[in-house]
């Protein structure tokens, strides 16, 4: 059987970053392996900083995709 992963949503827009990044490592800590952590940002700092620092901790960050009102991460557990 094929495992499904679990995707939980996060939208941080209007958070400025660092605060965006810390609200996401709230959710990240809680989550399990295999598991995907979107999230929504409007901020360009956002964009640049969060995925490096998620890198930094060992996850996995899929190209940021630009969606309306912002940009679109998704972190892999």
Avoid: T
């Avoid at 094929?2 to 400025?16: P, S």
């Avoid at 360009?44 to 969606?67: C, H, N, Q």
């Amino acid at each position: 059987m094929e495992h499904e992963q679990k995707v939980k949503i996060l939208d941080l827009r209007g958070v400025a970053c660092p605060l965006s990044w810390a609200k996401a490592r709230v959710v990240l800590d809680g989550m399990r392996r295999g598991e995907r952590l979107r999230l929504l940002v409007d901020a360009g700092r956002a964009v640049r900083d969060i995925p490096r620092a998620a890198e930094a901790m060992g996850y996995a960050v899929e190209s940021p995709l630009e969606v309306p009102e912002g940009w679109r991460l998704e972190i892999v557990v």
